[in-house]
């Protein structure tokens, strides 16, 4: 049995073994869950499924697992994210995004029905910091001594040499068996190949940056970011990777404008240029063909490829500065910021606005959960119109304490972007609250 995992070990061997035991084990899961307290209430009677490196909702960033319970008609009602760490730290705004992530979830499904857990070596976890962006740390260590009760109360052989199989693969994870040949280790070809093109896209789009990405098989993607263009606003940059050999795309996207690709196409603004203009969803594409990129490749051999599509970023963001007041114009941005109250993108809008007052209360260790439940049943607008005419929360009254009524929603609506929102008598009672 020693000789079963000479080879080194990595932080996929923990997503293989999290997906196949939480599947073949309701126990383990029940396990999991019980770890997380209060803060999640899993769902009865539903179908529970699993996913490996799915994207999530919020970013667009891979999860390592991903735990979802489902309705007959296939629709989630409840999710645990799942991040698991062997060697490599997080990486630059890598837990602030479970932390987003798990909002957005909350705000559709309910306060109590997502949550996330940081997985690793008991020594790893003293090692990384998340300021509460996980709900709880569960050591490998632990799932070790879970198995081995398992182990010790189960006498079907074949189980019984299964479970043995799994204790010393979590024991190499941990280094428990370096002696034998075990020893934890990321994939050091994918995140040279990551860190190399970070590097040249610095030296050839100076005044974007690369927004970190998980560096998986499945990354075929990079998100520019810093991308600010007056007039063009909602702006995602990306260069897809595509499979070799081919073609792909460098591209920017204008989130929800899918509707403006027939006033573009007649407009003849891209007549003459290199770019054409693709629905992406309810988002309008304008890309230029690149040179398909394998990352799984030494970056040396892919640099060419690589260059050709950082180069047609660069080239399409300088067009996109020159070609932005006529293409403002023709998408018609200034009237689609001004769409009335109470239209879904105000709604949108609004709702980011209180979840990221629900993370900012986060951080100063106060979790506004009911103000989560109302907008799930409500919504942002309505909830906000609900506690203005309701006597002041607990909530209200915590913040008056901690001198952070500058996060109560009657301070909220008094902003400028918000007050059209809200009827005058609304904002006196705000007024007459914060005095």
């Known amino acids: 049995m020693d000789e079963i995992f000479r080879d080194r070990v990595r932080e996929r061997d923990l997503d293989n073994f999290l997906v196949e035991e939480i599947y073949a084990s309701p126990r383990f899961l029940d396990w999991i869950v019980d770890r997380l ?32 319970w489902f309705d007959d008609d296939a629709r989630m009602h409840a999710c645990v994210l799942i991040e698991s760490k062997i060697t490599a730290d997080f990486q630059s705004g890598q837990a602030e995004a479970y932390s987003s992530e798990l909002s957005a979830l909350r705000l559709r499904l309910g306060p109590a029905r997502a949550a996330a857990i940081l997985m690793a070596p008991s020594a790893k976890l003293r090692s990384l910091t998340h300021e509460g962006c996980f709900d709880a740390e569960i050591p490998i260590e ?17 189980i019984a040499r299964r479970l043995e199989m799994r204790i010393q693969l979590l024991e190499a994870l941990c280094g428990r068996r370096s002696a034998a040949g075990w020893v934890g280790a990321t994939i050091a070809a994918k995140r040279d190949f990551a860190d190399s093109y970070v590097l040249l896209a610095s030296e050839i789009t100076p005044d974007l940056s690369v927004r970190p990405s ?11 970011e810093g991308l600010e263009i007056d007039g063009l606003p909602n702006l995602s940059l990306r260069h897809e990777f595509g499979t070799p050999p081919g073609w792909k795309y460098a591209n920017v996207l204008f989130r929800g404008m899918g509707a403006r690709i027939p006033a573009l196409r007649a407009n003849g603004l891209l007549s003459g240029t290199r770019y054409t203009v693709e629905a992406a969803g309810k988002s309008l594409a304008i890309r230029v063909a690149t040179p398909a990129v394998d990352p799984t490749r030494l970056f040396s051999e892919e640099r060419q490829a690589v260059e050709s599509g950082l180069l047609a970023i660069r080239d399409l963001v300088s067009w996109l500065r020159e070609a932005a007041p006529k293409l403002s114009e023709v998408l018609n941005v200034a009237s689609t910021e001004r769409q009335p109250a109470g239209t879904m993108a105000t709604e949108a809008a609004f709702a980011e606005q209180l979840m990221e007052t629900y993370r900012e209360c986060e951080r100063l260790g106060y979790k506004p959960t009911g103000m989560l439940q109302m907008i799930h049943d409500h919504g942002a607008i309505e909830t906000a119109k609900r506690l203005l005419v309701s006597p002041p929360s607990d909530g209200f009254n915590r913040l008056a304490l901690m001198n952070r009524l500058d996060l109560a929603i009657e301070s909220i609506v008094q902003r400028e972007q918000w007050r059209g929102l809200f009827t005058d008598h609304e904002l006196k009672r705000a007024a007459q609250r914060l005095r």
């Not at 998980?214 to 520019?224: E, K, L, S, W, Y």
Request: aromatic residues 4%; hydrophobic residues 30%.
């Open 37 to 68: 307290q209060r803060q999640f209430i899993a769902p009865s009677s539903l179908t529970v499924r699993l996913q490996k490196s799915p994207p999530r909702e919020a970013d667009r960033r891979q999860t390592d697992v991903r735990v979802g």
């Open 142 to 158: 632990d799932i070790i001594e879970f198995l081995r009760e398992r182990l010790q109360a189960d006498d079907n052989p074949e």
């Open 214 to 224: 998980t560096d998986g098989p499945r990354a075929i993607t990079r998100i520019f």
